[in-house]
């Protein structure tokens, strides 16, 4: 198992995701597609959630079954693939894999855009699945690290502010030296046992806090 990110769908208590994918949402409006392709598949090792002929259906398959991933065509009747991809994506977190006869780059560059891990152009054959699903799986996995590691560097340079403005308050109460004013902060956190960040933010909030 990975120490990545569960999907937004999920309870925040709920196991890591797994290294690879196991139940797979399929939606297709051709029957003998949809049949090849849940086939193929279950061949494969995935269980099959599906077929759903429509975006309707492939929404509220993934909402009710909450799979690993989902395989939809982009042209299906009312609700189309890539509408069906964006709610998939946006509302639970589950990555997409688009199946396609079509390679126009309006539908790959907007699939980008809405959670499309991986594009197949149709007629897709077991081994492309296979290696499809792998590779937009592990996609998917790249993206919610990089997430969460752009989140963390934000806590931080927030912190930083935080902290920046604390010590400059400081610096033009106590009438002291900038290295000084920090070591103020440092010595208030060591003492408190309490985060400098906290430290800080009380400074911001209190004239009071270090004394006169």
């Given at each position: 198992?990975?120490?990545?990110?569960?999907?937004?769908?999920?309870?925040?208590?709920?196991?890591?995701?797994?290294?690879?994918?196991?139940?797979?949402?399929?939606?297709?409006?051709?029957?003998?597609?949809?049949?090849?392709?849940?086939?193929?598949?279950?061949?494969l090792g995935y269980t099959v959630i599906g077929p759903a002929s429509n975006g309707e259906e492939a929404i509220a398959h993934a909402r009710k079954e909450r799979p690993d991933l989902a395989v939809l065509d982009i042209r299906m009747p009312g609700t189309d693939g890539l509408a069906a991809a964006e709610t998939i994506y946006n509302e639970l977190r589950i990555p997409v894999v688009k199946v396609s006869a079509y390679s126009d780059p309006e539908y790959v560059n907007s699939g980008n855009r809405i959670g499309v891990f991986g594009y197949l152009l149709k007629p897709v054959n077991r081994d492309q699945l296979r290696v499809g699903l792998e590779v937009s799986w592990s996609r998917f996995l790249r993206h919610l690290e990089l997430a969460v590691e752009v989140d963390s560097l934000k806590d931080r340079?927030?912190?930083?502010?935080?902290?920046?403005?604390?010590?400059?308050i400081i610096v033009k109460r106590k009438n002291v030296e900038e290295p000084e004013a920090m070591r103020m902060l440092q010595k208030q956190a060591r003492n408190g046992r309490r985060p400098l960040v906290e430290v800080a933010q009380a400074v911001i909030e209190s004239e009071s806090l270090l004394g006169d």
């Open positions: 198992m990975t120490n990545t990110p569960a999907h937004n769908g999920h309870d925040a208590d709920e196991q890591p995701l797994p290294e690879a994918p196991a139940r797979v949402l399929v939606a297709d409006d051709e029957h003998l597609v949809a049949a090849g392709m849940v086939a193929a598949l279950t061949d340079l927030e912190q930083r502010k935080i902290i920046e403005q604390a010590k400059w």
